[in-house]
């Protein structure tokens, strides 16, 4: 992040009913409202929840950018104390405050399911204002954004494939999908019908017996990365791809929904030097919002909505091809993509 204060403005409140620190960053409405998901978590210190907030809108920036959105990039997280006991009536309490900070902001700053908060939450966030998306189709939002995400991941992956291999079918080949969770199952079940060999791998050692009879191989967790593969799919957790880790990896191409999978930038570069083309998480894993926004905001039916989801497909082609032409890592040319619609 540079010196410079990026953004445009941070909400930082203490909750009058629950008594917890709120901190909504908005860091562009260049491009429309901010939208990014409400998280709730423990941090040592409300400072490192507000550092948290800044870095996650400002990459919400650059992911709605991406994504051909008209909206811009935000954040909310809720600051749980080392010690704080997270009870059902602090909970309701938070979220009330929430609710009422986001009404508070008139729809500049929309949110939704992050860590820590899920569909149901967003139901209490909405008696405040209709600003909170993926709430369960019965209260009116469009629930859990696994699907979509799991359809924009599959288009990523078939781009990626006719980018390495000049075929975009995965008939036939390995792919390893680390976390076999909400958005790896829906990746899995996808790859399968198409006759791909597909591998997964959970730290959760119970979904072993679910892979087995879905007909999926197995790898674990300390293994997935070095396991013989085409295609290798973080799902799971950042962080896992480092300076350390590259040489490991067997795959040529690696495209997955988790989010910051690069421990620093530099990393890109790392991937590249080993002959490996990385998709941005941040561009592969935008189809759950795409989704949401499309159905909730902008009234797309559900047909035309997936089909949006679809266009990932497009968007990896174009950021792999500005990245062959102009010789930099797919990292470089999708942030040149986004600043070219931010400074438009
Ligand atoms: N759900 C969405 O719409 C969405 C959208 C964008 C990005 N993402 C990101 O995609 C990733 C997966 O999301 P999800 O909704 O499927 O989550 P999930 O919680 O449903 O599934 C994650 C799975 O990963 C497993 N796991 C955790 N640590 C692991 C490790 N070190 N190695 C292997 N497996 C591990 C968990 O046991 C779980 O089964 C997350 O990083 C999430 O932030 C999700």
Known sequence: MS???AHEEVVVRRGSRSGLPL?????????????GGCRLRRYETWQDGLADALRLSEAMTYKA?????????????????KDTELTADLRQAALEDLGELIASLQGSYRTGPDIGTGPDDMVVLRRF????????EEHGGTGNSGGPTATGVLAAL????????????CTGRTVVISGFGSVGSGIAAGLAAEGAQVVVSDVDGSRKEAASASGYGWVEPDRALSAPADIFVPAAVGG???????PRLTAPLIVGPANNQLTEESVADALARHGIV????????????????SRES???????????????????????????????????????????????
Not at 23 to 35: D, E, K, N, Q, Y
Not at 158 to 169: E, I, N, P, Q, T
Not at 240 to 246: F, G, N, P
């Open 3 to 5: 010196q410079a204060f």
């Open 23 to 35: 901190i909504i960053a908005i860091h562009s409405r260049t491009l429309g409202p901010a939208v």
């Open 65 to 81: 950018a991406v994504a051909g959105l008209e909206f811009g990039g935000g954040k909310t997280v809720i600051v749980l104390g």
């Open 129 to 136: 204002s209709p600003y909170a998306h993926c709430a369960p």
């Open 158 to 169: 078939h781009a990626g494939a006719r980018h390495v291999f000049g075929d975009a079918s």
């Open 240 to 246: 896992i791809l480092s300076e350390a880790t590259a």
């Open 278 to 293: 990385w998709i941005p998480d941040y561009v592969a894993s935008a189809g759950g919002i795409i989704y949401a926004l």
């Open 298 to 344: 902008e009234h797309y039916s559900h047909e035309a909505a997936r089909k949006r989801v679809e266009g990932i497909g497009d968007t990896v082609s174009h950021v792999l091809e500005a990245a062959r032409a102009t010789g930099v890592t797919p990292q470089r040319a999708a942030r040149e993509i986004a600043k070219a619609r931010l400074t438009r």
